[in-house]
């Protein structure tokens, strides 16, 4: 092939070398952080028909739960009011309790429950090593969350729920 008349001989032709600039992957942090103040339909089990029957009777936020539940009974009183077991209100305000942690959410609670640790005092006296290996173990055979928490996040956790005050009486 000849050599087009605008190019001299005498220069090899270039390679071009893209002008685009390398930019990084974008690291997407996701929020695990729930606060007391979400919505009562954050907690896993509680969906819209249980929303509006909480916020009938004026427990609209996970805090609210969490305060109308901490003894027993209340929550026996909450179980007529809504017409509910009040094993299934004890799980859930469990599940509420698990939020005062930072990184346990909707997801990681029901993980939790799943691998047999109910409560915080629970969380507390766990190994976080072998929490995480149970942990892992449920979500292989359960598929429960898309990614594993950690074990860092794990040992904050139970470093945080030694440090919690009780709240949920029997």
Do not use: C
Not at 31 to 38: N, S
């Amino acid at each position: 092939m000849p050599t087009p008349s605008y190019i001299p001989e005498s220069v090899p032709p270039k390679i071009q070398s893209s002008t685009a600039r390398k930019v990084p992957p974008k690291i997407i942090k996701r929020k695990t952080y729930v606060t007391l103040d979400q919505d009562i339909e954050t907690i896993e089990g509680i969906g819209p028909a249980y929303g509006s029957k909480f916020r009938n009777i004026n427990i609209k936020i996970v805090e609210d739960l969490l305060r109308a539940g901490s003894t027993k009974k209340s929550r026996r009183a909450l179980s007529v009011e809504l017409g509910v077991a009040p094993k299934t209100i004890l799980k859930w305000v469990y599940r509420a309790d698990f939020f005062r942690l930072r990184g346990i959410g909707k997801q990681y609670s029901s993980l939790l429950e799943s691998a047999g640790v109910n409560t915080v005092t629970d969380l507390s006296s766990r190994n976080p090593k072998n929490l995480y290996m149970i942990l892992k173990k449920t979500n292989d055979e359960k598929n429960m969350v898309k990614r594993m928490p950690p074990i860092s996040l794990i040992q904050d956790w139970v470093e945080s729920a030694k440090n919690l005050k009780t709240i949920i009486l029997s």
